[in-house]
């Protein structure tokens, strides 16, 4: 296990990346941290009276020029000074907001690069705010939910794991655990000056930790879902109207629609922001027999696609009636549990009644498309709880560390019960510290670490 505090002095390199998206624009951030920042930035940077870095005042701008080992300047620049241990990587920091073009920026990179720094890895930057203390882990797995959220039900979730809702909700439970553990320990210890062990108090705290894993717990399916998203295919025989149906539900003309069956031929994916919930629309080729090798190709990628989706929509076309390709397609797809829907319902004389199985829409007039998309959030969502103003689970290692933690307290009271020895029961209440710790890194290991800030994006 990681020991927080053993790894969390400064490391000797100082590290530099371009911490703005690459590519053209109007300005360009280059982060530079560690030990050796400020006496690097002295290196590459002319200013006015030519003041060391180290003797600015935190927090503050000044203007400067980088320049090449012979004088050359390269772009006119501010430096953004920060001390440690006020920064956010807890180390001495320079931040140079530069030209945003690809050649001033690869220059000054390169610059700092001879002059004693390294380029950073994927997000080392806040690797390093969490070995200093500056956020723990949980916050900072938020970071990079933030910059990848897609929604703004995504974003605010994530904004609230970065404030440290999840964490103070863990450090709650962790604290209710850490009394019962003391209790045990005490009283395995100093028997004659603590007597023999309250389990009755035991049994209370314990119950009351699992209270709040559930309460937790229960945010979990619908955290995930808001950061991950979900993954909708719309599947269906040729020219039932799944292109229209696409387009309609993005409000936009994304796939091409012609009266002839088997227009779309590959599969076509784009993003939809449902009711707050990112999701991947994937329109398909018309799933029937073909003597077409493209279209036997985009059919088989058809069934690829719905191989991992979290919801089928099976469209029927409305004017045809459920055809035997419709019902052999129906069983095909049973696995799945498709939502029905019936299109080109436009078509149909006004006093036809609604199909007994089903949702009724018009594609080509995006008739009875808001009830759809409300069909649609109903079923990915299912019975998942409301995201919470305050702390929710967003991470599948969140959800398996809490489950973990049930468990082992779940032992715990069992063991309780059956009136084994204390020691037995300090056991599982260790593992279930173990286990909440993993949450907010005070027991990840090495390796977890490594997995979760490789997902980061390099100068993050």
Known sequence: MTDQKSISAQPDDTICALATPSGAGGIGVIRVSGLGAFAIADRVSVRRGQKKCVDY??????????????????????????????SYTGEDVVE??????????RRIIARLLESGARLARPGEFTQRAFLNGKMDLAQAEAVGDIIAAQTGAAHRLARRQSAGFLSRAVADMRS??????????????????????????????????????????????????????AKIVLAGRPNVGKSSLL????????????????????????????????????????????????ERIGVARTRDSLSDADLVVLILDATAGETPEDTALRTELAQHAPLIVWNKWDLLPLEQAFPAEGLPVSAAICWNIAPLEEALAERILGGAAPAADGAAVTHARHKHALESARTRLHDARQTLEADLPADFVSIDIRGALEALGLITGETATEDILAEIFSKFCIGK
């Open 96 to 105: 140079i907001s530069a030209h945003g073009g690809p050649v001033p920026l």
């Open 57 to 86: 005042s935190g927090h503050t701008l000044h203007r400067a020029e980088i320049t090449e080992r012979d004088g050359e300047v390269i772009d006119d620049v501010l430096l953004a000074v920060f001390h440690a241990p006020r």
């Open 247 to 294: 387009n309609a539900l993005l409000q936009t003309d994304r796939a091409i629609v012609t009266p002839v069956p088997g227009t779309t031929r590959d599969v076509i994916e784009e993003t939809l922001n449902l009711r707050g919930i990112p999701v991947r629309l994937t329109d398909t080729a018309g799933l029937r027999e073909t003597s077409d090798e493209v």
């Open 176 to 229: 209710v655990v850490l009394g019962v553990l003391a209790r045990i320990e005490a009283s395995i210890d100093f028997p004659e000056d603590v007597g023999e062990l309250d389990t009755e108090l035991c049994q209370r705290e314990i119950a009351e930790a699992q209270t709040r894993i559930e309460t937790l717990l229960a945010t979990a399916d619908r955290g995930i879902l808001l950061r991950e998203g």
